[in-house]
């Protein structure tokens, strides 16, 4: 069982950052890739990007590549979403997700979510 809570989300205007973040736990967090999909009002859970438990893998969708950065510290069980040069369709809900062993850009193969943090960017 993973338990997860992601935090760091609000308002930003065009071209700010945020980072958010999403703190682990449980008894099987040592062994989970981690991924951040969004939903934004009327569209469907769109994946993000995801990190291996190594930290050695990332991939990302092609309307964040440049812009936005998965990391994770293991010794605290934190995943983080850097988001840079953020526009107003990345306005969305942001979820963190967790599953055991590789990475996936499938929201079907994560067992594990949080309940999300709002991301509202003004034009």
């Known amino acids: 069982q993973v338990q997860l809570v992601e935090s760091g989300g609000g308002l930003v205007q065009g071209g700010g950052s945020l980072r958010l973040s999403c703190a682990a736990s449980g008894r099987n967090v040592g062994s989970t890739a981690m991924a951040w999909f969004r939903q934004a009002p009327g569209k469907g859970r769109e994946f993000v990007g995801t990190?291996?438990?190594?930290?050695?893998?990332?991939e990302y969708v092609g309307s964040v590549k440049g812009r936005f950065t998965i990391s994770r510290d293991n010794a605290k069980n934190m995943v983080y979403l850097q988001m840079n040069s953020l526009k107003p369709e990345d306005t969305a809900v942001y979820y963190c997700?967790?599953?055991?062993?590789?990475?996936?850009?499938?929201?079907?193969?994560?067992?594990?979510w949080g309940r999300g943090t709002q991301v509202t960017v003004s034009s």
């Open positions: 997700a967790a599953r055991i062993g590789g990475t996936s850009t499938l929201s079907s193969e994560y067992r594990y």
């Open positions: 990190i291996s438990w190594s930290g050695s893998l990332t």
